[in-house]
Each structure stands twice: as C-alpha cells, then as structure tokens.
C-alpha cells in the first residue's frame, strides 16, 4: 500500500531541497528519519517532518507497520514565486524572487 504526504509552500527554493531529498532517496525509511536528523541544511526539516507525516499516515490511517516502510517516491516541486522590487539608483528597481517548493513523500508497506 502506498500511502503519500506534501507539504506545500515551503520558503525555500526547489533547488536547495533537491540537494537534501536526492541523499535519502534509496534509504530506508529509519535510515532517511537518522539522515535528516543530523543534517545540518535548513531544507532537511522540512523534508524530515514531511517524511514523519507520511509514515504517521501509514501508521494511523492504514494501520501499516513501520519497520516495513520504505520510500516509495520522493520530489520536490516549484510553488508560486513571491516577487518583490527593491529600489536601485537612478529611480530604477530591481525585481527581487523568493521562490517556494511542495514536497510530496510517498512510502510504502513491504508486506
């Protein structure tokens, strides 16, 4: 059974999330939770509390085991970008991006 989790609008650009989702994409599922525990990039939280979602689905919803969970598929996708001007010289401006990311984990049951 292949149960998923997203976490959508994350104030981080795709690709620094991309850097940390492409280490824990073979893991276990244990092994991606220690992975993301102890790293120390910003984008490791978000993936970390996206992949806990998606175990705690499995567990409560579907009744899954956890020792028998492994990531089925994981991605980071672009959001709507917030666009900003921030004042130059000469009465110009200078458009300022700050871009967002979804994160969808899915995991599924061994058994």
């Known amino acids: 059974m292949i149960v998923s989790a997203t ?3 994350v104030h981080m650009s795709a690709q620094k999330c991309r850097l940390v989702v492409n280490q824990v994409r073979s893991l ?7 992975q993301l525990k102890f790293s120390s990039k910003k984008a490791a939280k978000f993936v970390y509390e996206t992949l806990s979602s998606a175990v705690a689905n ?4 579907h009744g899954c085991d956890i020792d028998e969970l492994s990531i089925e598929e994981i991605y980071v996708n672009e959001a709507p970008t917030f ?3 921030r004042a130059r010289a000469k009465g110009r401006g200078a458009r300022i991006l700050k871009r967002n990311c979804h994160i969808t984990v899915s995991v599924k049951d061994e058994s």
């Open 28 to 34: 276990s599922v244990a092994g991606a939770l220690d």
């Open 58 to 61: 499995a567990e409560n919803n």
């Open 83 to 85: 666009k900003r001007f």
């Open 7 to 9: 976490y959508k609008n």
